[in-house]
């Protein structure tokens, strides 16, 4: 995420690590996140004595259309749900960095075979990546964690098998 505005001193805005928290002092805004289109947003932070109200502009991209198109909603069934969440436990769980696959240990949390849960967590990239341009594919393992705990929100600590 890159953020930008008149307490920013880096030209171009900060750009902003994954889970970054920031609060927003008076003035105008902008900030950007760079999914599978460019999402720009524009804010105007409310007022002390609440006479300004937030403003949210759509920002044109050239021939490209509006800026500001909403991710779309990753529908999982519950299964992959279930399968995902195991996969993911320590991120979910802890916030841990998952760098590299532990098919076995949640295979045996899901209750699944390590062959069920390479499968499952192959089409889940898969339905992600339907209809993202090719230089935003998700290719990694720690990207579809982030995106799928993150970004869409569709697993947590609910999803955990017990």
Known sequence: MRVSGKFIATRG?????????ILLQ?????IEWDLAVKIVLSI???LHDGTAHP?????????HG????????LWLTDTQRKRM???????????????KPHYGAAADLA????????STYQNVRRKVNVGRASDAQIT?????????????????????PD
């Open 13 to 21: 805005g900060a750009l902003l690590a994954p889970r970054a928290t």
């Open 26 to 30: 008076r003035g105008d805004w902008q």
């Open 44 to 46: 105007t932070p409310l």
């Open 55 to 63: 403003v949210a502009r759509d920002k044109r991209l050239g021939d």
């Open 66 to 73: 509006i800026g500001t198109l909403a991710p779309r909603s």
């Open 85 to 99: 969440a195991a996969l993911y436990a320590p991120l979910i769980r802890g916030g841990e960095r998952a760098t």
């Open 111 to 118: 209750g699944c075979t390590s062959d069920q849960l390479k």
């Open 140 to 160: 990694g393992f720690e990207e579809l964690g982030y995106h799928l705990i993150d970004v869409e929100g569709v697993i947590g600590n609910d999803d955990l």
